[in-house]
């Protein structure tokens, strides 16, 4: 049996790939949608964020709007292939638990 990608099977991580994995292929979200959605602090976020990063999983682009930054994340292609490839691993081992 395979096993579960660990970068991605942590809860927070895991809720993070599933949001992220909705938007369109070249989608992005800002970071404080990103905490919205997700009702996390600033600092868990970004602690998830940058283990996703390590694993090149998220693409995180800093740009500004005026003199505001702005943080936008999305999915790699890398990192879609690997949420994929962990809810097929997930249902193969919920459809054994049967």
Excluded: C, W
């Excluded at 989608?27 to 964020?49: C, K, V, W, Y």
């Excluded at 003199?67 to 994340?73: F, K």
């Amino acid at each position: 049996m395979d096993e579960l990608d660990p970068v991605i099977h942590a809860q927070a991580r895991l809720r993070i790939m599933a949001a992220l994995s909705t938007l369109e292929a070249d989608g992005s979200i800002s970071f404080p949608r990103l905490q919205e959605l997700l009702d996390m602090t600033a600092g868990n976020l970004s602690t998830h964020l940058r283990k996703l990063e390590d694993a090149a999983y998220v693409d995180i682009t800093k740009t500004h709007k005026g003199r505001t930054p702005i943080t936008y994340l999305g999915l790699s292609k890398k990192g879609r292939r690997a949420f994929e490839d962990y809810m097929d691993t997930l249902r193969s081992v919920l459809g054994e638990a049967k």
